[in-house]
Every structure is written in structure tokens, then in C-alpha cells.
T-cell receptor, first 116, second 110 residues
Framework: GAGVSQTPSNKVTEKGKYVELRCDPI?????LYWYRQSLGQGPEFLIY????????DSGLPNDRFFAVRPEGSVSTLKIQRTERGDSAVYLC??????????????FGEGSRLTVL | AQRVTQPEKLLSVFKGAPVELKCNYS??????LFWYVQYSRQRLQLLLR??SRESIKGFTADLNKGETSFHLKKPFAQEEDSAMYYC????????????FGKGITLSVRP
């Protein structure tokens, strides 16, 4: 009875390395969201997919961050040339509807990224 | 731009005391407001949404457009209410995103 699944749960990497974080949403959910949560902060929006396309990527902080969802299901968040400031918990959420205002978001447990 | 402000980081009360977790928002249109909760070692989950006008686990929240607030209230706190609470806002457009506040830790002591 699967909820949103995120892997890895923990990732430690060195500054300058490339990282991929994976999200497997609830089956049938068309909408998928990525958030980033730094210590002491609320979840910060990064990007939202409706199906295969990115409907809103306005939260991606810079061009080192990129996300894909090629088949409209699993999504991968990619971070190039990681920096210490990228250290955070990266949350994925899915929703059965296209808009958040009529439905709820179902969150994964997050991927904790630490950049040394 | 949409913004959510939770002015307090921590609220500590005794069991049976009333609870009010404050949330103020900024949004130019008609927002949809939510409260999400994260219990220890669990994932973030929806607690309630203002359009449903529901009471969940004894919690209620009323949208006050004049004061741009959506405070979460419970008359008698229980120990199991101890958690992190986030207020969140969405616009009403087709691709609206959910914007969260910084959250508040509620600690209910026995």
C-alpha cells in the first residue's frame, strides 16, 4: 500500500559532485511536486509537474537544479556541482488532481542531502 | 506573490489547555488555506483545509479575510497533539503551488 517513495533517504556527497534524487509517486497521481526544506524552515517550492511536463519551475534556485518526469510517473531531481548550501531535506509530493486547492498533497519521507 | 507568516516558532502548553497557532498570509486574490502537520518520525500530512470547514482531531481554523489570518485552534490540547504544524496557502489558478510558512512546534506537556 504504497505512499510516495523517495530514494535515497540519506545522501552525503562532496562539494562539486553531481546528485540525483528519485521520487516514486502514488500510482495514478498526475501531479508531482518537489520541495526543499532547510533546517528551521518550512518546505520551499521547487517545481511542479502535471503529467510529463513541468507546469511551474519557478522555485528552482538556479540552473544547477533540474528535474524530469519522462513517463509521467517517477521523477528525478538532479543537482549539478553541489554546494554546501544545497544541504537540506528534499521532499516530493503527489496529488491525484491537477490543482492543490481542491485536493491534498501526499508527501514522501524526504531525501536528506548533506554536502561536505 | 504569496506569503505565509507563522510568527512563533514554539508553543508549549499543558495538557487540557487551549491552543492557538497563528498564521497570517499575503495574497492578492482569493486564497485557499491549509494546515499541515508532521508528527515525530512521520511524514508531512494534511490536517485540515478551510474550504471543508471541518474539525479534525478537535482542531478548527477560520479564514478571516479582513485580518488575513487562518489561526488553528483547539480548546483542550492532548499530548498526542505535540508535533510540527505548518500553515500553507494556494492560489486558485490551474497551476497554483502550495506555499508554506516556517512552521511552529507545539509541545503539550502532561
Amino acid at each position: 500500500g504504497a505512499g510516495v517513495s523517495q530514494t535515497p533517504s540519506n545522501k552525503v556527497t562532496e562539494k562539486g559532485k553531481y546528485v540525483e534524487l528519485r521520487c516514486d509517486p502514488i500510482s495514478g497521481h498526475t501531479a508531482l511536486y518537489w520541495y526543499r526544506q532547510s533546517l528551521g524552515q518550512g518546505p520551499e517550492f521547487l517545481i511542479y509537474f502535471q503529467g510529463t511536463g513541468a507546469a511551474d519551475d519557478s522555485g528552482l534556485p538556479n540552473d544547477r537544479f533540474f528535474a524530469v518526469r519522462p513517463e509521467g510517473s517517477v521523477s528525478t531531481l538532479k543537482i549539478q556541482r553541489t554546494e554546501r548550501g544545497d544541504s537540506a531535506v528534499y521532499l516530493c509530493a503527489s496529488s491525484p488532481r491537477g490543482t492543490v486547492n481542491t485536493g491534498e498533497l501526499f508527501f514522501g519521507e524526504g531525501s536528506r542531502l548533506t554536502v561536505l | 506573490a504569496q506569503r505565509v507568516t507563522q510568527p512563533e516558532k514554539l508553543l508549549s502548553v499543558f495538557k487540557g489547555a487551549p491552543v492557538e497557532l497563528k498564521c497570517n498570509y499575503s495574497y492578492s486574490g482569493s486564497p485557499e488555506l491549509f494546515w499541515y502537520v508532521q508528527y515525530s518520525r512521520q511524514r508531512l500530512q494534511l490536517l485540515l483545509r478551510h474550504i471543508s470547514r471541518e474539525s479534525i482531531k478537535g482542531f478548527t481554523a477560520d479564514l478571516n479575510k479582513g485580518e488575513t489570518s487562518f489561526h488553528l485552534k483547539k480548546p483542550f490540547a492532548q499530548e498526542e497533539d505535540s508535533a510540527m504544524y505548518y500553515c500553507a496557502l494556494s492560489g486558485t489558478g490551474a497551476n497554483s503551488k502550495l506555499t508554506f510558512g516556517k512552521g511552529i512546534t507545539l509541545s503539550v506537556r502532561p
